[in-house]
T-cell receptor
Framework: NAGVTQTPKFQVLKTGQSMTLQCAQD?????MYWYRQDPGMGLRLIYY???????DKGEVPNGYNVSRLNKREFSLRLESAAPSQTSVYFC????????????FGQGTRLTVV | QQQVKQSPQSLIVQKGGISIINCAYE??????FPWYQQFPGKGPALLIA?????SEKKEGRFTISFNKSAKQFSLHIMDSQPGDSATYFC?????????????FGSGTRLSIRP
């Protein structure tokens, strides 16, 4: 049981390049979220998808787009990478059992030069 | 009103000691309070969680204390071990319609000295 799988694990981009971060979950959750983690700033929500076919902006959406391809997959795209987007990106699959709990992937460490 | 304030930013504890991390929130709509543990190079993982109708929850060496009237909650790690060295995040959550709101604290880097 893989849980939440993110690819790639590491990436270096030049300013202006584009890329897509992939995320897949096998826990049959409806909701999936994308976060970025920066030193001293905790986890900030970029975009989320409450269910298949829906996406919404989070706290820091500028410079990003998302696609909820199906129930399992939720991708994050950087159209024109900027140095300010250097960060560690986490995808999370959200469970709404007795309470809201997030199950995270291992992260993608992105450096934009 | 949506913030969760976490302190301290970093903490050093001797092996065998008690580690205490504190969080405070404002929004009374939050209905679930999980703690996450993150090791370097890994994603955060759920450690322990509590609902606001309970004042304390214990799982092994980890205990959450919850004070609803003060809107504060804390994580206590008893008999702290070097393997507990990690970054800890508190969170506050609530669900609405088909979505959920999760607000994370800024994190505490815990180091346990052998």
């Amino acid at each position: 049981n893989a849980g939440v799988t993110q690819t790639p694990k590491f990436q270096v981009l030049k300013t202006g390049q584009s890329m897509t971060l992939q995320c897949a979950q096998d826990m049959n959750h409806n909701s999936m979220y994308w976060y970025r983690q920066d030193p001293g700033m905790g986890l900030r929500l970029i975009y989320y998808s409450a269910s298949e076919g829906t996406t919404d902006k989070g706290e820091v959406p500028n410079g990003y787009n998302v696609s909820r391809l199906n129930k399992r997959e939720f991708s994050l795209r950087l159209e024109s990478a900027a140095p300010s987007q250097t960060s560690v990106y986490f995808c999370a699959s959200i469970s709404r059992g007795q309470g809201t709990e997030a199950f995270f992937g291992q992260g993608t460490r992105l450096t934009v030069v | 009103q949506q913030q969760v304030k976490q302190s301290p930013q970093s903490l050093i504890v001797q092996k065998g000691g008690i580690s205490i991390i504190n969080c405070a929130y404002e929004n009374t709509a939050f209905d679930y309070f999980p703690w996450y543990q993150q090791f370097p190079g890994k994603g955060p993982a759920l450690l322990i969680a509590i609902r606001p109708d309970v004042s304390e929850k214990k799982e092994g060496r980890f205990t959450i204390s919850f004070n609803k009237s003060a809107k504060q909650f804390s994580l206590h790690i008893m008999d702290s071990q070097p393997g507990d060295s990690a970054t800890y995040f508190c969170a506050a959550t609530f669900s609405y319609s088909s979505a959920s709101k999760i607000i994370f604290g800024s994190g505490t880097r815990l180091s346990i000295r052998p």
